[in-house]
């Protein structure tokens, strides 16, 4: 296993465009978590799924970010109608939940300027 | 309400120097506490972990740190800095809630620099 994936690394969009990042969790990982790290700050939690199930977001997630993971495997995140402030680290965590609870894995992260 | 306070936004060290890195915590439970290390343009990497047990924790890369519950800091040192520990460290606790352990709670990170 290659560890968490995230796809793009580095995405340059137009403000007012949407845009898409994948996350491919570790396979056997059950927990898949969302975070935004801006300039010279430690990363905050945006989202949280549990297999397939979106078990909790937090108040940073406006109604222009969407994310989904289907089937429990990768996992999207959506923001629509881009904005300045949009521009951060996404990283995306995978961990294993239960009785033989992990801690989190982290990819990469894509890094998203608008311009 | 849990959360994580790391104290010095900036520390500079000598190469060979100790390396001391402070991290107090504030959580009504029992917590969960975490160092990650970021190097320039990627993810997190786990440098170690405390969850129950023995209260100094060892990690990689010869760093170490100690679960002081008393003064509620979680403190990360390594005795003898290398050029390569040059990043940005991060000290995070858990967030448990409802009974459930959920997302990791960040500090605002230290970057570390190392002088030849």
């Known amino acids: 296993d290659t560890g968490v994936s995230q796809n793009p690394r580095h995405k340059i969009t137009k403000r007012g465009q949407n845009v898409t990042f994948r996350c491919d969790p570790i396979?056997?990982?059950?927990?898949l978590y969302w975070y935004r790290q801006t300039l010279g700050q430690g990363p905050e939690f945006l989202t949280y799924f549990q297999n397939e199930a979106q078990l909790e977001k937090s108040r940073l997630l406006s109604d222009r970010f969407s994310a989904e993971r289907p089937k429990g495997s990768f996992s999207t995140l959506e923001i629509q109608r881009t904005e300045q402030g949009d521009s951060a680290m996404y990283l995306c965590a995978s961990s294993l939940g239960g009785q033989k609870n992990t801690e989190a894995f982290f990819g990469q992260g894509t890094r998203l300027t608008v311009v | 309400a849990q959360s994580v306070t790391q104290l010095g936004s900036h520390v500079s060290v000598s190469e060979g120097a100790l390396v001391l890195l402070r991290c107090n915590y504030s959580s009504s439970v029992p917590p969960y506490l975490f160092w990650y290390v970021q190097y320039p343009n990627q993810g997190l990497q786990l440098l170690l972990k405390?969850?129950?047990?023995?209260?100094l924790v060892k990690g990689i890369n010869g760093f170490e740190a100690e679960f002081k519950k008393s003064e509620t800091s979680f403190h990360l040192t390594k005795p003898s800095a290398h050029m390569s520990d040059a990043a940005e460290y991060f000290c995070?606790?858990?967030?448990?809630?409802?009974?459930?352990?959920?997302?990791?709670?960040f500090g605002k990170g230290t970057k570390l620099s190392v002088k030849p």
């Open positions: 995070a606790v858990r967030r448990v809630y409802g009974g459930s352990q959920g997302n990791l709670i």
């Open positions: 396979s056997e990982h059950n927990r």
């Open positions: 405390y969850t129950t047990g023995a209260t």
